[in-house]
Nanobody, 117 residues
Framework: EVRLVESGGGSVQPGESLTLSCVSS????????MAWFRRAAGKDREEVAS?????RTRYADSVKGRFTASRGSTTLYLAMRDLEPEDTAIYSC?????????????WGQGIQVTVSS
């Protein structure tokens, strides 16, 4: 059974940092691609960061320079700094054995990140 489990969310103040983790039931190198998505209230889902099997990363313009995706043997990370209220959302990790484009086949349950003063 494929499982992706996020942790590390919570409430922080603007300007603070937070690191999300996503533990995979399979080695991260198994996946052709992994990604972090977020969905803010009343908004569409947004892909904020992705990483492929070679380790190449891509970021949404809204988080470039502030968010960093990386991976260990079984964990995908999202290091977030200089957080803004606009970063408030439910963050989910995703993984797929297939290269893109196309939606991801495997998803975590999501975790809340709230940025508020």
């Amino acid at each position: 059974e494929v499982r992706l489990v996020e942790s590390g969310g919570g409430s922080v103040q603007p300007g603070e940092s937070l690191t999300l983790s996503c533990v995979s039931s399979q080695y991260t190198g198994t996946w052709a691609r992994m990604a972090w998505f977020r969905r803010a209230a009343g908004k569409d889902r947004e892909e904020v960061a992705s990483i492929d099997r070679s380790g190449r990363t891509r970021y949404a313009d809204s988080v470039k320079g502030r968010f960093t995706a990386s991976r260990g043997s079984t964990t995908l990370y999202l290091a977030m700094r200089d957080l803004e209220p606009e970063d408030t959302a439910i963050y989910s990790c995703a993984a797929d054995l297939r290269q893109g484009p196309g939606d991801y086949a495997n998803w975590g349950q999501g975790i809340q990140v709230t940025v508020s003063s």
